[in-house]
């Protein structure tokens, strides 16, 4: 097989996983907690970021959806954390999230309001302001636990991990994304499909988990919102 087909495979594998997380999570939806319904619903945002990539790409530029994706996403996980897993709101996360959401909005204005984009001139900072605040949150969820050694719900603590693994490692990638851009030996499209296996991962457990919640025996009084 050759490398396009793999390409081509993982091209069409993402968006099947993403619809398949989305059936399980809307057809469970009424034995699934608000965790899951909100993982869900993760899935559904990705994959309509997907589909729009796709469709802008047919008609020409659609690196507009990478500041629109960096925004849903971190709008996203601000909420996840603030809601599901810090134990209650962080009003510190909580303004360098808003902070962040300023600066992409920002960035959208200046690269496709205000200016006329030429393809090498789009040095993006919006996915790497994205991931970084994920990881921070991520990290100070560790932090937050380790002073409450009671705490033994550790499907959080393994959806942490996953959340800070991805997040560290795409941030890792698209912290060179003009270099990758311009880069004429094609290096980067190693880069891109290294980030899109982890995409690949981070829907697959995410799809698993959903599917595994919905298997479980509920307490009626459970409405997963505890943290």
Same mark, same amino acid.
């Given at each position: 097989? /050759?490398?396009?087909?793999?390409?081509?495979?993982?091209?069409?594998?993402?968006?099947?996983?993403?619809?398949?997380?989305?059936?399980?999570?809307?057809?469970?939806? $009424?034995?699934?907690?608000?965790?899951? $319904?909100?993982?869900?619903?993760?899935?559904?945002?990705?994959?309509?970021?997907?589909?729009?990539?796709? !469709?802008?790409?047919?008609?020409?530029?659609?690196?507009?959806?990478?500041?629109?994706?960096?925004?849903?996403?971190?709008? +996203?996980?601000?909420?996840?954390?603030?809601?599901?897993?810090?134990?209650?709101?962080? /009003?510190? +996360?909580?303004? !360098?999230?808003?902070?962040?959401?300023?600066?992409?909005?920002?960035?959208?204005?200046?690269? +496709?309001?205000?200016?006329?984009?030429?393809?090498?001139?789009?040095?993006?900072?919006? /996915?790497?302001?994205?991931?970084?605040?994920?990881?921070?949150?991520?990290?100070?969820?560790?932090?937050?636990?380790?002073?409450?050694?009671?705490?033994?719900?550790?499907?959080?603590?393994?959806?942490?991990?996953?959340?800070?693994?991805?997040?560290? =490692?795409?941030? =890792?990638?698209?912290?060179? +994304?003009?270099?990758?851009?311009?880069?004429?030996?094609? !290096?980067?499209?190693?880069?891109?499909?290294?980030? =899109?296996?982890?995409?690949?991962?981070?829907?697959?457990?995410?799809?698993?988990?959903?599917?595994?919640?919905?298997?479980?025996?509920?307490?009626?009084?459970?409405?997963?919102?505890?943290?």
């Amino acid at each position: 097989m /050759k490398f396009s087909d793999f390409s081509q495979f993982f091209s069409l594998l993402s968006p099947a996983i993403l619809l398949a997380g989305v059936i399980i999570g809307w057809s469970s939806r $009424k034995s699934i907690d608000d965790l899951h $319904k909100n993982l869900t619903l993760y899935l559904f945002l990705m994959l309509c970021v997907d589909a729009s990539a796709r !469709i802008m790409g047919k008609l020409g530029n659609n690196f507009i959806v990478l500041l629109v994706y960096s925004l849903i996403e971190l709008c +996203f996980f601000l909420h996840l954390y603030n809601r599901y897993l810090f134990k209650k709101t962080n /009003k510190v +996360f909580l303004g !360098i999230g808003i902070i962040g959401i300023v600066y992409i909005i920002g960035e959208i204005v200046y690269f +496709f309001v205000l200016n006329d984009m030429e393809f090498r001139q789009f040095q993006p900072y919006s /996915k790497v302001v994205d991931n970084f605040i994920i990881v921070t949150m991520a990290l100070a969820f560790y932090l937050e636990r380790i002073n409450n050694f009671k705490d033994l719900n550790w499907n959080n603590f393994r959806l942490n991990t996953l959340f800070l693994i991805f997040f560290t =490692i795409t941030l =890792i990638i698209f912290l060179p +994304f003009n270099f990758l851009i311009n880069e004429k030996s094609g !290096i980067q499209f190693y880069f891109f499909h290294i980030n =899109i296996v982890l995409i690949i991962m981070l829907y697959s457990y995410l799809t698993f988990s959903i599917w595994k919640n919905a298997r479980k025996p509920k307490n009626l009084n459970y409405k997963g919102t505890t943290k």
